[in-house]
């Protein structure tokens, strides 16, 4: 598969061939949401905690006795029915993560990627070098590349400028292409790919 690659001011100038191990490969939609749903559930913190009764303190004393008083009968002034009493099914600490291992990663990374290639939603520039952060500069890269909804640019290495640029942008994402995920391609309607990223994906997932 051949594509265009064009420089930042939208000109074609050259062409280059994507290799079909990276993105020619079958549309794996179980795969990539079993993916998808481990990052989610690995960024989780699980570190949310509220009491039970029992771990309230206070109300180890019956607040009246049993009958005579006209008032509903109650055991303690920290059963979840009284304001400052403990929580019924209370959450605890835990762990949401799930183990998904580095084979079926890079499959639904491939997956994914594919698809994009196939619905031609990949753009290949030449290079992203800005002097220094400049959000207008860097949206008029974008408006050059008709990439304006959501976007992922990955980018050979870490680009401090480029991502200075972009932070500000709404649905721009900027990511080195070591860590670029199947998660950040699914979401984009455009992937923005440098050479130097182009180039390590490709001998990364060979």
Known sequence: MQTKVLNTLGEEVGKVTLKDEVFNQPYNEA????VVVAYLANGRQGTKSTLTRSE???????????????????????????????????????????????????????????????????????ELNLAKPNTKEFAKILANLKAEKRVLVVTGENNENVYLSARNIDRVCVTPSNLACTYDVVLADKVILTKAALKNIEEALK
Request: glycine letters at 12%; charged letters at 25%; proline letters at 5%.
């Open 56 to 126: 309230v303190r206070g109300g180890g004393r019956k607040p009246w006795r049993q009958k005579g008083t006209g008032n509903a009968r109650q055991g303690s002034i920290r059963a979840p029915q009284w304001i400052k009493g403990g929580v019924v099914f209370a959450p605890k600490p835990r762990d949401f993560s799930q183990k998904v291992n580095k084979q079926m990663k890079q499959g639904a990374f491939v997956s994914a990627l594919s698809e994009t290639a196939r619905n031609k939603n990949i753009i290949v520039v030449d």
């Open 31 to 34: 795969l990539i949401h079993q």
